[in-house]
């Protein structure tokens, strides 16, 4: 699949995959930070942001879709970040094609299979009726009767554009991502990757707990754990600061 991706700057490539229900758009930011040193390629994932819509959504299949980019573009020896689903994404990739990456950074997600999690944010997306809702606030209001965190509701009605006047639609293939939740939480089996991999965690996550480190650092040996403090699974989010310099850090 061709994906939609943002390319800006110029320097060392460094692809950066988005988390579920995200985009590249969630990237721009620091993509901007990054791209003052390294060329960036800012993904859409298949069924998320501007990327084709396709039946088939598990982690080979994403794995196939930046390597076909990769490909395209003609990218020697790039890094590849990603976040939450992306970070499972980018760990396939690893998985399926060993030698490409330079380094792999993975920002909080583990190796594991999770358990359902997600139970009242596809409630609330489906509880959004497009047929009938003529406003964002509208559909923030059905979205808040089951998510309460606001900065999750603007996160999610990102994925809401105008077709037309008084009509929204789904960027995401929202249908297609919920048949295929419990596959984004399966588990990536890797043992004894040589590709230097950092792994980077939110405090308050409960994502990549303590007692993960040495099951990761085991399949990883030329791997590293490190934590941000006082901040959630939005790690890059709510410190870009942080996520910025230990990311530079680590590439560098």
Same mark, same amino acid.
């Given at each position: 699949?061709?994906?939609?991706?943002?390319?800006?700057?110029?320097?060392? $490539?460094?692809? @950066?995959?988005?988390?579920?229900?995200? =985009?590249?758009?969630?990237?721009?930011?620091?993509?901007?930070?990054?791209?003052?040193?390294?060329?960036?390629?800012? @993904?859409?994932?298949?069924?998320?942001?501007?990327? $084709?819509?396709?039946?088939?959504?598990?982690?080979?299949?994403?794995? =196939?879709?930046?390597?076909? *980019?990769?490909?395209?573009?003609? +990218?020697?020896?790039?890094?590849?970040?990603?976040? =939450?689903?992306?970070?499972?994404?980018?760990?396939?990739?690893?998985?399926?094609? $060993?030698? #490409?990456?330079?380094?792999l950074i993975v920002a909080d997600i583990g190796l594991k299979k999770y358990p359902m999690h997600h139970e009242q944010i596809l409630m609330g997306l489906?509880? #959004?009726?497009?047929?009938?809702?003529?406003?964002?606030? %509208?559909?923030?209001?059905?979205?808040? +009767?089951?998510?309460? %965190?606001?900065?999750?509701?603007?996160?999610?009605?990102k994925n809401l554009f105008w077709v037309e006047k008084g009509k929204l639609e789904w960027r995401m293939n929202l249908k297609i991502i919920e048949k295929?939740?419990?596959?984004?939480?399966?588990? @990536?089996? @890797?043992?004894?990757?040589?590709?230097?991999?950092?792994?980077?965690?939110?405090?308050? =996550?409960?994502?990549?707990?303590?007692?993960?480190?040495?099951?990761?650092?085991?399949?990883?040996?030329?791997?590293?754990?490190?934590? +941000?403090?006082?901040?959630?699974?939005? *790690?890059?989010?709510?410190?870009?600061?942080?996520?910025?310099?230990?990311?530079?850090?680590?590439?560098?």
């Open positions: 699949m061709k994906l939609n991706f943002t390319k800006i700057g110029e320097g060392s $490539p460094l692809l @950066i995959a988005h988390g579920l229900f995200g =985009s590249s758009d969630n990237w721009r930011t620091l993509g901007k930070q990054f791209a003052k040193t390294n060329t960036v390629y800012l @993904i859409d994932l298949r069924n998320h942001g501007k990327s $084709p819509h396709s039946l088939d959504m598990n982690y080979d299949f994403m794995a =196939s879709d930046i390597m076909e *980019l990769i490909i395209d573009e003609k +990218i020697n020896k790039p890094i590849l970040l990603g976040h =939450s689903m992306g970070g499972k994404a980018a760990l396939m990739f690893l998985k399926k094609y $060993p030698d #490409i990456l330079e380094k489906n509880n #959004i009726d497009l047929k009938s809702i003529k406003t964002r606030s %509208e559909a923030q209001e059905a979205l808040g +009767i089951y998510v309460k %965190e606001i900065g999750v509701q603007q996160f999610l009605l295929n939740i419990l596959k984004i939480l399966e588990e @990536i089996t @890797i043992e004894n990757s040589k590709t230097p991999t950092f792994f980077l965690r939110g405090e308050k =996550s409960n994502y990549i707990p303590e007692e993960d480190f040495k099951n990761i650092l085991n399949k990883f040996p030329n791997g590293k754990i490190a934590t +941000i403090k006082k901040v959630g699974h939005w *790690l890059h989010a709510e410190n870009p600061d942080e996520f910025f310099r230990l990311v530079t850090e680590f590439m560098n």
